[in-house]
């Protein structure tokens, strides 16, 4: 089995020459999200640095475990990873009821929802990925531990922790 270093080379060989929206090397988005998840074992972050692997390179699923990545991330890649025709929402719903899964996109979506991610945006973009985001937290939120969350979102995007909190 593949160690999580290992997994940290593999994904920066999957990603590399890649950028986000915003023009940063992609591989720095999964080692936020996998830093957020290191609190809550090395397989959930394995499976951050992993995240979109099979969506956004040549890697597939069968590659991942020839190469010795765990099952267990493996299957936590799959199911946060999109589906063609599946719209947002139900991808949303459908990695909600995985709790692995739930906190790997919580991770992801902490850190896509960062303001110095957000301001590099259009006001147009900011404000659609704003709302697309919320109304995922909405979901993702309520499937997952709030200890759990509030782990992550202290590491990856503290600015959330309010909006955890709540009023």
């Keep these: 089995m593949m160690t999580l270093a290992e997994v940290d080379a593999l994904a920066d060989r999957a990603h590399a020459g890649q950028v ?23 397989e959930l972050a394995m499976a951050g640095l992993l995240h979109d692997v099979v969506e956004d390179s040549e890697w597939t699923a069968d590659g991942l475990r020839a190469a010795g990545v765990p099952e267990r991330v493996v299957r936590i890649v799959l199911a946060v990873t999109n589906e063609p025709g599946c719209p947002y929402e139900e991808k949303i719903r459908r990695v909600a009821r995985d709790p692995d899964a739930t906190l790997v996109k919580i991770a992801d979506n902490a850190h896509n929802s960062r303001a110095d991610r957000a301001a590099a945006l259009t006001p147009e973009q900011r404000a659609r990925l704003a709302a697309k985001y919320r109304s995922a937290r909405r979901v ?3 499937a997952a531990d709030r200890e759990q969350i509030a782990t992550i979102l202290r590491i990856v995007n503290p600015d959330l922790l309010p909006e955890l909190t709540g009023p």
């Design 20 to 42: 986000d929206k915003i023009g940063v090397p992609y591989v720095a988005h999964v080692r936020a999200v996998a830093a957020g998840l290191a609190p809550l074992g090395p």
């Design 140 to 142: 993702l939120w309520a």
